[in-house]
């Protein structure tokens, strides 16, 4: 079994190497690019996602897609994540990451203008997109590709299943049940019971309840954790300046061990900083797209400039914001590594600190579950009809109670190859489809009809 173990961390290891780190960068920057740093936009996309289209068609709200999306993205990553980046990589891994957020915002405008794009209605009146289905429609329309696009959207969508069972649920149920264990002293049976019901009574609702959900938990859990950081942060606000100033200094210059602190070169803290921001905000990934094609919205360009406010928020903010205070606590150069550096920043402050952290983790797990549920669903959706994914959906919460109570190690490690192998088809589309994304762009945002009413089309699946 060790051995097993060491071949699939193996495996993990060369999927997430740097070919994969490399490709998903190039894709931010050449479609920053390309786009003419769409990223400028920002505080107009993020006034379109509390607007209102009522002309559109679509399943939820721009807004209710945006939480739903942001419900699966701002997980266990943001926090224990970061702080993996900070124990490898040093300080510098923060400046690394948040760089990272600012050129995904570029390529989560891109796969999420792609999915509305091409996105379908089903037979019983609801939305259904994605990379998958953009593959299959999108590589065929303008390249001619109509195999080679069906088997890129068949295994993007087999890789979003399988990641969804374990980075999705599995992992997610155990870092909760770990965290509500140590600091309630409650059986994991019984908080693995507890957990898959809540999931349930969500999950079977649709896409409509989980983003009715969503919508009131994610803006609560959003700024109570950034509230949280800037108290804890205003306790020793006079090392602020200090702080930064070493993050900046550390992405270029390394730095030396110190303390427990092995010390890391502009290598690794930029290796590690880019890998932990592109696996925290899922730019590239195409998970958030699936979720966008739901949205209620009057051309694909608006959708997009909504959907790229998540990658703001979840990197450029929320992880920016953790990596200062690891930072400023002065503990990452003590030799803990991951969520052991991350309880002992935040416990720092005390109660206080120990209070915030246990919130912030059990909320973000709890939705990014309910987040990761939808997109395997419509993944199972395209591969075997409606009535296979119910039945995989009901899988899903008994999988919810299962990570609760097993040992995971296994578990994470897989999940990692699958959101790797989902990113591969997923940045093909992308490149391929750039000229689409352009072209869109300059129809709708740079000619300024915002406002129009797309006249792509939207096919009825039977």
């Known amino acids: 079994m060790e ?12 999927v997430w190497g740097i070919p994969l780190l490399v490709t998903l960068l190039f894709t931010h920057i050449f479609l920053t690019v390309r786009l003419r740093f769409i990223q400028r936009h920002i505080g107009k996309a993020i006034k379109l996602s509390v607007t209102k289209d009522e002309l559109a068609q679509g399943d939820v709200s721009q807004f209710s897609a945006l939480a739903t999306s942001l419900a699966a993205t701002i997980g ?82 087999l890789f979003t299943a399988l990641a969804a069972l374990g980075i999705g649920c599995m992992a997610q149920a155990n870092s909760a049940t770990g965290m509500i264990n140590d600091v309630f002293g409650i059986d994991k049976n019984i908080i693995g019971i507890v957990l898959a019901a809540l999931v349930a009574i969500v999950i079977l609702g649709g896409i409509k309840n989980i983003a009715k959900v969503c919508d009131k938990l994610v803006p ?34 390394g730095q030396a061990a110190t ?8 290598m690794m803290a930029a290796r590690f900083g880019v890998a932990r921001g592109l696996f925290s905000n899922e730019s590239g990934l195409g998970s958030a797209p699936i979720v966008s094609a739901a949205a209620q919205t009057r051309n694909p360009v608006r959708q997009a400039l909504v959907a790229s406010t998540g990658t703001f928020w979840d990197t450029v903010i929320v992880c920016a914001i953790t990596g200062i205070v690891l930072v400023n606590t ?33 909320t973000f797990v709890f939705s990014t579950i309910l987040g990761w549920s939808y997109y395997a669903d419509k993944a199972i959706e395209y591969l075997a009809g409606k009535k296979v994914a119910f039945a995989y959906k009901l899988c899903f919460i008994v999988f919810v109670y ?54 792509g089309y939207i096919e009825v699946k039977k």
């Open 330 to 362: 002065g503990v990452w150069n003590r030799g803990l590594e991951g969520g052991e550096l991350t309880n002992a920043a935040f416990g720092t402050f005390g109660v206080i600190g120990k209070t915030i952290l246990t919130i912030a983790l059990i």
């Open 402 to 455: 299962f990570g609760s109570i097993w040992s995971l190690d296994v578990v994470w490690k897989l999940s990692d190859i699958a959101n790797g192998l989902m990113a591969l088809p997923n940045l093909i589309s992308l490149l391929l489809m750039s000229g689409v994304i352009v072209s869109e762009t300059r129809k709708y945002l740079w000619e300024d009809n915002l406002d129009a009413i797309s006249e």
């Open 259 to 266: 303390g427990g602190f092995a010390g890391a070169t502009v």
């Open 76 to 157: 266990t990553g943001n926090i224990v994540g970061v702080a993996t980046a900070v124990a490898i990589g040093g300080p510098g891994a923060v400046f690394w990451a948040w760089l990272t957020g600012v050129f995904g915002i570029a390529t989560k405008y891109g796969e999420a203008l792609l999915s509305v794009k091409y996105r379908i209605k089903t037979s019983d009146g609801t939305m259904a997109g994605g990379p998958m289905y953009v593959l299959e429609h999108g590589l065929k329309e303008k390249y001619g590709l109509k195999v080679t696009g069906k088997v890129l959207g068949v295994l993007f969508a």
């Open 3 to 14: 051995n097993f173990v060491d071949l699939i961390g193996k495996i993990a290891d060369m």
């Open 220 to 253: 609560f859990m959003a700024v109570f954790y950034i509230l949280g950081c800037i108290i804890i942060l205003s306790m020793s606000y006079k090392t602020i300046p200090a702080t930064i100033a070493l993050i900046v200094k550390s992405a270029f210059t």
